[in-house]
């Protein structure tokens, strides 16, 4: 059967087309509450997708500490860049 048409602003970002892409941005919403609704809606999915489930195995945590480390060693790559040993020749 085919699938019931959705509304633009139901739509999730990975199914919209490139075209309907400029229309899409138009229904979000921008304003502080907004942004950080979609924030917090963020969280809840990564938390209830990885975090939260019945058979749950270490993939979430995992996921989480790589992208602390990744994000750790960003904000220190600069000092690290300049405590490497130099040859001066």
């Known amino acids: 059967m085919a ?3 959705v509304a633009l602003a139901q739509k999730r970002l990975m199914d919209v ?7 899409w941005f138009g229904t979000r919403d921008f304003t502080p509450n907004g942004l950080i609704g979609s924030v917090r809606g963020g969280y ?9 489930v019945r058979k749950g195995g270490i993939g979430g945590v995992a996921m989480f500490l790589a992208g602390y480390i990744a ?6 790559y600069d000092h690290i860049k300049h405590d490497r040993w130099r040859k001066y020749h």
């Open 3 to 5: 699938d019931k048409p």
């Open 17 to 23: 087309k490139l075209g309907e892409l400029p229309s």
């Open 44 to 52: 809840e999915r990564y938390y209830n997708k990885y975090i939260n």
């Open 71 to 76: 994000l750790s060693y960003l904000w220190e």
